[in-house]
Nanobody
Framework: DVQLVESGGGSVQAGGSLRLSCAAS????????MGWFRQAPGKEREGVAT????????FYAGSVMGRFTISRDNAKNTVYLQMNSLKPEDTAMYYC????????????????WGRGTQVTVS
Protein backbone atom coordinates (compact mmCIF):
# COMPACT_ATOMS: atom_id res chain seq x y z
CA ASP A 1 0.00 0.00 0.00
CA VAL A 2 1.64 3.21 -1.21
CA GLN A 3 -0.03 6.34 0.06
CA LEU A 4 0.20 9.69 1.75
CA VAL A 5 -2.91 11.14 3.36
CA GLU A 6 -3.08 14.76 4.43
CA SER A 7 -5.50 16.21 6.97
CA GLY A 8 -5.99 19.29 9.11
CA GLY A 9 -6.75 21.89 6.49
CA GLY A 10 -9.56 24.40 6.87
CA SER A 11 -10.49 28.05 6.95
CA VAL A 12 -8.90 30.46 9.39
CA GLN A 13 -8.59 34.19 9.86
CA ALA A 14 -5.32 35.98 9.24
CA GLY A 15 -3.03 35.63 12.23
CA GLY A 16 -4.48 32.27 13.15
CA SER A 17 -2.94 28.80 13.22
CA LEU A 18 -3.48 25.40 11.69
CA ARG A 19 -1.70 22.09 12.05
CA LEU A 20 -1.53 19.80 9.07
CA SER A 21 -0.84 16.09 9.35
CA CYS A 22 0.44 13.63 6.78
CA ALA A 23 0.05 9.93 7.48
CA ALA A 24 2.31 7.77 5.34
CA SER A 25 2.19 4.11 4.57
CA UNK A 26 5.12 2.09 5.90
CA UNK A 27 6.66 1.77 2.45
CA UNK A 28 6.63 5.51 1.78
CA UNK A 29 7.76 6.46 5.26
CA UNK A 30 10.92 4.46 4.65
CA UNK A 31 11.89 7.32 2.32
CA UNK A 32 14.42 9.65 3.92
CA UNK A 33 12.80 12.95 3.00
CA MET A 34 9.31 14.16 3.70
CA GLY A 35 8.09 17.51 2.49
CA TRP A 36 5.19 19.90 2.38
CA PHE A 37 4.33 21.78 -0.79
CA ARG A 38 1.51 24.12 -1.73
CA GLN A 39 -0.23 25.35 -4.83
CA ALA A 40 -2.45 28.40 -5.02
CA PRO A 41 -4.94 28.87 -7.86
CA GLY A 42 -3.19 30.04 -10.99
CA LYS A 43 0.25 29.57 -9.50
CA GLU A 44 2.91 26.91 -9.70
CA ARG A 45 3.44 24.45 -6.90
CA GLU A 46 6.09 25.59 -4.45
CA GLY A 47 8.02 23.92 -1.68
CA VAL A 48 7.19 24.90 1.88
CA ALA A 49 9.30 22.72 4.19
CA THR A 50 11.19 19.44 4.27
CA UNK A 51 12.40 17.14 7.01
CA UNK A 52 14.89 14.28 7.12
CA UNK A 53 13.05 11.38 8.63
CA UNK A 54 16.03 10.06 10.61
CA UNK A 55 18.01 13.13 11.61
CA UNK A 56 15.09 15.52 11.91
CA UNK A 57 16.98 18.12 9.91
CA UNK A 58 14.66 20.71 8.40
CA PHE A 59 14.59 23.11 5.47
CA TYR A 60 12.14 25.96 4.87
CA ALA A 61 11.08 28.30 2.13
CA GLY A 62 11.92 31.87 2.99
CA SER A 63 8.28 32.90 2.88
CA VAL A 64 7.34 30.64 5.80
CA MET A 65 10.51 30.64 7.90
CA GLY A 66 9.78 31.61 11.47
CA ARG A 67 6.04 30.99 11.06
CA PHE A 68 5.81 27.33 10.01
CA THR A 69 7.38 24.33 11.70
CA ILE A 70 7.73 20.86 10.19
CA SER A 71 8.10 17.88 12.50
CA ARG A 72 7.72 14.12 12.42
CA ASP A 73 6.64 11.24 14.62
CA ASN A 74 8.42 8.15 13.34
CA ALA A 75 6.40 5.86 15.59
CA LYS A 76 3.25 7.00 13.81
CA ASN A 77 4.73 7.38 10.29
CA THR A 78 3.38 10.93 10.38
CA VAL A 79 4.73 14.33 9.45
CA TYR A 80 3.23 17.58 10.67
CA LEU A 81 3.22 21.18 9.56
CA GLN A 82 2.41 23.69 12.29
CA MET A 83 1.40 26.94 10.67
CA ASN A 84 1.27 30.08 12.78
CA SER A 85 0.69 33.75 11.95
CA LEU A 86 -1.13 32.72 8.81
CA LYS A 87 -1.54 35.26 6.03
CA PRO A 88 -4.01 35.40 3.14
CA GLU A 89 -1.13 34.61 0.79
CA ASP A 90 -0.76 31.24 2.53
CA THR A 91 -4.07 30.19 0.99
CA ALA A 92 -3.43 27.12 -1.13
CA MET A 93 -3.84 23.39 -1.49
CA TYR A 94 -1.16 21.83 0.68
CA TYR A 95 0.44 18.56 -0.38
CA CYS A 96 2.61 16.09 1.46
CA UNK A 97 5.37 14.37 -0.50
CA UNK A 98 8.21 11.90 -0.02
CA UNK A 99 11.44 10.89 -1.71
CA UNK A 100 14.52 8.84 -1.04
CA UNK A 101 17.58 11.05 -1.15
CA UNK A 102 20.76 11.64 0.82
CA UNK A 103 20.05 15.34 1.17
CA UNK A 104 16.61 16.71 2.03
CA UNK A 105 17.50 20.40 1.93
CA UNK A 106 15.98 21.14 -1.43
CA UNK A 107 12.52 20.81 -2.95
CA UNK A 108 13.22 18.87 -6.13
CA UNK A 109 12.68 15.25 -7.20
CA UNK A 110 9.84 14.22 -4.91
CA UNK A 111 8.12 11.17 -6.35
CA UNK A 112 5.33 10.27 -3.91
CA TRP A 113 2.46 12.67 -3.42
CA GLY A 114 -0.72 12.92 -1.41
CA ARG A 115 -3.98 14.37 -2.70
CA GLY A 116 -3.78 17.53 -0.67
CA THR A 117 -5.70 19.46 1.97
CA GLN A 118 -7.08 22.95 1.43
CA VAL A 119 -5.99 25.87 3.60
CA THR A 120 -7.89 29.15 3.28
CA VAL A 121 -6.82 32.28 5.14
CA SER A 122 -9.07 35.34 5.08
Amino acid sequence: DVQLVESGGGSVQAGGSLRLSCAASEYIYSSNCMGWFRQAPGKEREGVATIHRRSGGTFYAGSVMGRFTISRDNAKNTVYLQMNSLKPEDTAMYYCAAKSAYQCGYFGNYNYWGRGTQVTVS
